[in-house]
């Protein structure tokens, strides 16, 4: 592990002052200024096409936001960028957040972080459909939390740290300089193989065929990959073999597999931590509630007559978020119209996550909550089931389990 050290120099403001606002060149002249020359070339490539383009005037045209701009040193490691232009926009795009993330003063300007085990969630500017498919259409996230006084970015193969920052004067910009490059969050099907505590649910979500909705046989995890906006809690590895023995009931029945299945499932919303309020519900795939209770040990979640600890949450995917549980859910119970009505409110209020700024949580963000206490929306959300009636053989012993293919499982 590379050490991480965090230079915050305060003091160290930067008299960069933009004669205008929407002014591409004085921009990339100020990352220049800045001793961002690598990242100032990188925003001057996006004038060569029109996404990039897209984004640099959305970014300059005003409004806040936090910059997390890769050193020199940070760009020489990534030089896969610079031979495509597509992922080196949206590359960019991923370390743009929406809206200001400081609690500064004149004197110093930090990144806002929650401490471990709460984390921070801020929306980005990637919504390439190549790079991310979440509900709404709307950008992927950003996690970070601050542990033993360090800030950390979650789901990074390495460490980053933050090492300088500065406002831009005359624009609505903070430029947080680090020392890594982002890496675009995966498939939630990459993000499980890649996880240190789930590569049981990884194997069984890769190697579980059924049909899709395009009426191709297709892996579970390629069909939940397709969906947009999932939220997975995802039973440990350990998990998985506490609950062997009850399994066997399971593999003859893919009904009642696939209902068990929904109900880790919230389907048309992306939950993350910070959305979850305990005391709420929401509503699973199977149109049953998930309902959560934080307490001083920690933050559980409830599906029938089954209570789990969250273990690890925010790992963001492409098109959604999981959280790793200490138990598997065996609730065979399912409501198919609070289901779909969950689901349509999902995809009705996801389009207000397009205009998202700022710290995402519970209370800005109505879409996922249904907790009592909110005075927000009320709505819920969760995912549509639709009826199912295929038959299972499986052999969950090797974690490989093949279905006799007849319906659909989203
Ligand atoms: C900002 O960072 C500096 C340097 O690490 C630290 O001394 C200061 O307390 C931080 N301010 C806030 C508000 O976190
Ligand atoms: C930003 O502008 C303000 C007001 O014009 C000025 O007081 C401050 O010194 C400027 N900061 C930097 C870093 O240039
Ligand atoms: C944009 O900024 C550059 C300096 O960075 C300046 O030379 C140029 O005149 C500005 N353009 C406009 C249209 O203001
Ligand atoms: C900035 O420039 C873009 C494109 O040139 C334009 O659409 C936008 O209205 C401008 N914004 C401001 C605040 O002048
Ligand atoms: C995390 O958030 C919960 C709920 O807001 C709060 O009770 C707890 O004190 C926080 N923990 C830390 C370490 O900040
Ligand atoms: C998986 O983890 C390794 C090591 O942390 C990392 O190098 C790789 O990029 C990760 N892959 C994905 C798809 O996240
Ligand atoms: C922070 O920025 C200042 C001013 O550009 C520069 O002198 C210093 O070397 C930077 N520090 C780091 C750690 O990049
Ligand atoms: C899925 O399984 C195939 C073949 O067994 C393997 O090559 C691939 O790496 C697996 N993918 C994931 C994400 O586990
Ligand atoms: C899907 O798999 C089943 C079972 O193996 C098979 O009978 C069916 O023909 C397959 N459907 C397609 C479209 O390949
Ligand atoms: C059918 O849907 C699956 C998602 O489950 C996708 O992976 C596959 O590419 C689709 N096939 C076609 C021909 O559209
Ligand atoms: C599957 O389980 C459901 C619910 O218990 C039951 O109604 C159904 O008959 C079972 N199907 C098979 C093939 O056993
Ligand atoms: C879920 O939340 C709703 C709205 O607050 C409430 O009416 C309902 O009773 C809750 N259900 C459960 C099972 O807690």
């Known amino acids: 592990m590379v050490a991480r050290t ?11 002052s933009l004669a205008q606002s929407n002014n591409t060149t004085a921009i990339i002249d100020a990352f220049s200024s800045l001793g961002l020359t690598s990242f100032a070339l990188a925003a001057s490539a996006l004038n ?47 370390h743009i957040l929406r809206g200001s993330f400081t609690n500064s003063d004149s004197s110093s300007l930090n990144l806002t972080s929650a401490s471990s085990p709460n984390h921070t969630i ?32 979650l789901n990074q193969p390495s460490n980053i740290s ?34 240190t505590n789930t590569s049981s649910i990884a194997g069984l979500l890769n190697s579980t065929m059924i049909p899709s909705a395009n009426g191709t046989n297709d892996t579970i995890g390629n069909i939940l990959n397709s969906q947009k906006g999932i939220t997975l809690f995802a039973p440990s590895d350990s998990a998985f073999s ?12 893919l009904t009642v597999f696939t209902t068990v299945l929904q109900n880790h499932i919230i389907n048309g919303s992306s939950v993350y931590s910070t959305e979850i309020v305990s005391g709420s519900n929401l509503t699973s795939a199977a149109g ?18 089954t209570t789990a600890k969250i273990l ?38 996801a389009t207000k996550l397009a205009t998202e700024t700022g710290a995402i949580s519970a209370t800005a ?34 974690v490989v389990v093949s279905f006799v293919i007849l319906g659909g499982l989203l």
Do not use: C
């Open 48 to 94: 060569g096409s029109s996404a990039g383009q897209a984004l640099l005037e959305t970014v300059l045209s005003g409004g806040n936001y936090s910059i997390l701009a890769p050193n020199n040193d940070a760009f020489s490691q990534a030089s896969s960028l610079a031979s495509d232009s597509t992922l080196l926009t949206d590359t960019l795009a991923y």
């Open 6 to 16: 965090y230079l915050a120099l305060s003091a160290a403001l930067f008299s960069v």
């Open 162 to 195: 933050i090492v300088n920052s500065t406002r831009i004067n005359g624009t609505g910009l903070d430029v947080y300089v680090i020392d890594g490059v982002l890496s675009i969050p995966a498939s939630i099907s990459s993000v499980l193989a890649n996880g």
């Open 122 to 153: 801020g929306r980005s500017m990637l919504n390439d459909s190549a790079y991310v498919s979440l509900e709404g259409n709307a950008s992927q996230v950003v996690a970070w939390t601050t542990e033993s006084n360090k800030l950390v970015f």
């Open 288 to 305: 049953e509630p998930l309902t959560f209770l934080t307490n001083s040990s920690g933050t559980y979640v409830t599906s029938g007559s």
């Open 365 to 398: 963000t109505a879409a996922s909550s249904t907790s009592s206490s909110s005075s927000g929306s009320g709505s819920s959300n969760g995912a549509e089931a639709t009826s199912v009636g295929f038959s299972l053989y499986t052999t969950f012993s090797a």
């Open 242 to 253: 506490t609950v062997s023995s009850s399994l066997p009931t399971l593999e003859g029945n």
């Open 312 to 349: 690890t949450t925010d790992m963001i995917a492409m098109n959604g978020v999981v959280h790793v549980i200490d138990n598997v859910f065996l609730n065979t119970d399912s409501d198919s119209s609070a289901a779909s009505s969950a689901y349509e409110s999902a995809t009705s209020v």
